[in-house]
């Protein structure tokens, strides 16, 4: 059985006062769900979240990271420092870090490499732009985004990897991909590992959707078979929101 999760990307959203709101709600209205739940607060928010949750069974990943320990990189968060302050998981490969700070498959895949030598898991982002859509490329180009950063691991460093299939054009816009589009992809993703890696680690890997989940749309997205939770951006602001959909799975 794979592990199902309900991920919160806040992105740059909530100063500490808010996150410390939120994440009490969180704690308070949790079910008991045999979903893993996890938080992404922004960096400067990241240690008070790991101390707000300490007896929760929510986990914190931060947003993004640098692949070096420490240096001269302005700016800058290593996996050391993140994994000081307890935070163990990262996500990495999101496409506003593609589109808007430029961060390529070959940047990505350092990253990567720093994050799984560090033993932290991965949520690794990736998906299509419309215009791949509209002229139907997008399975080629997620199966290049998969091949360029993910074929090269070692079998062993799957199990610190999780999906997540975000369409570009399905992320902050309100438009979703439909359940049939989600699973259709995932089912894609799926078959392109276990070819390109083996059966077994296709089987066990989560693969997250995200893209304008809602609680309206979360538990017809969650039924397929290949998509194994979400990763949620806007509706992860809101308590019940969040909860509500924890609850779809
Ligand atoms: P929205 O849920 O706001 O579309 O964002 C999705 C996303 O980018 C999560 O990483």
Redesign the pocket.
């Known amino acids: 059985m794979r592990t199902q999760i309900v991920?919160g990307?806040w992105?740059m959203n909530k100063n500490l006062a808010e996150t410390e709101t939120l994440l009490s709600e969180l704690a308070a209205k949790l079910p008991d769900t045999k979903a893993e739940v996890i938080v992404a607060p922004t960096f400067v928010n990241l240690a008070s979240a790991v101390k707000a949750l300490d007896a929760s069974d929510i986990q914190v990943a931060a947003q993004n990271m640098h692949f070096e320990s420490n240096g001269a990189f302005t700016g800058e968060i290593s996996a050391d420092m993140l994994l000081n302050i307890g935070v163990d998981t990262v996500?990495l490969g999101?496409?506003?870090r593609r589109s808007i700070f430029g961060e390529d498959d070959a940047l990505l895949l350092k990253k990567v490499e720093t994050a799984l030598a560090k033993n932290m898991k991965v949520i690794f982002?990736f998906g299509e732009e419309l215009e791949d859509r509209k002229t139907e490329k997008h399975f080629e180009v997620v199966a290049s985004q998969l091949k360029n950063v993910l074929f090269g691991l070692a079998p062993e460093q799957w199990s610190k990897i999780i999906l997540?299939y975000?369409p570009v054009w399905?992320?902050?816009?309100?438009e979703?991909a439909s359940p049939e589009q989600a699973q259709e992809m995932h089912a894609f993703i799926r078959k392109t590992i276990a070819d390109a890696v083996t059966p077994t680690i296709a089987e066990n890997v989560t693969i997250l959707y995200?893209?304008?989940?809602?609680p309206a749309n979360a538990k017809d997205i969650f039924s397929k078979p290949d998509v194994d939770g979400?990763?949620?951006?806007?509706?992860?602001l809101k308590s019940d929101d969040f909860i509500a959909i924890v609850n779809a799975i």
């Open positions: 991920a990307n992105k996500i999101h496409s506003e982002c997540a975000e399905a992320i902050g816009t309100g979703t995200g893209g304008s989940v809602k979400g990763l949620i951006g806007g509706a992860s």
